[in-house]
């Protein structure tokens, strides 16, 4: 079992910067890829940026590319969504995932835990 809490979210204006954490509980963190998805009033939940279970390989929405990085520090059982540039629609809550196994996916149905979510809102 593995919990999953984010923080970080808040409201900012366009061109500003945020940075997201999701701490996970349990000790077997490292055997988990994880990703960071988001969902906006009235859209389906949508894939925003994941990482191997070692953070070597790391993949992104063609949306964010450029603007976000993610990261994880295995031994604090964090993943981060370092986001840059922030535009009026990345608003939404995100939320982070965690996928049993190495590789990761840009499928929400693939993931086995989710956190309740931060409200990320931007501002124009």
């Known amino acids: 079992q593995v919990q999953l809490v984010e923080s970080g979210g808040g409201l900012v204006q366009a061109g500003g910067s945020l940075r997201l954490s999701c701490a996970a509980s349990g000790r077997t963190f490292n055997r988990y890829a994880m990703a960071w998805f988001r969902q906006a009033p009235g859209k389906e939940r949508e894939f925003v940026a994941g990482?191997?279970?070692?953070?070597?390989?790391?993949y992104y929405a063609e949306s964010v590319k450029g603007r976000f990085t993610i990261s994880r520090d295995n031994a604090k059982n964090t993943v981060y969504l370092q986001m840059n540039s922030l535009k009026p629609e990345d608003t939404a809550v995100y939320h982070c995932?965690?996928?049993?196994?190495?590789?990761?996916?840009?499928?929400?149905?693939?993931?086995?835990?989710w956190g309740q979510g931060t409200q990320v809102t931007v501002s124009s």
């Open positions: 995932a965690a996928k049993m196994g190495l590789g990761g996916s840009s499928s929400p149905d693939e993931y086995d835990y």
């Open positions: 990482i191997s279970w070692s953070g070597g390989n790391t």
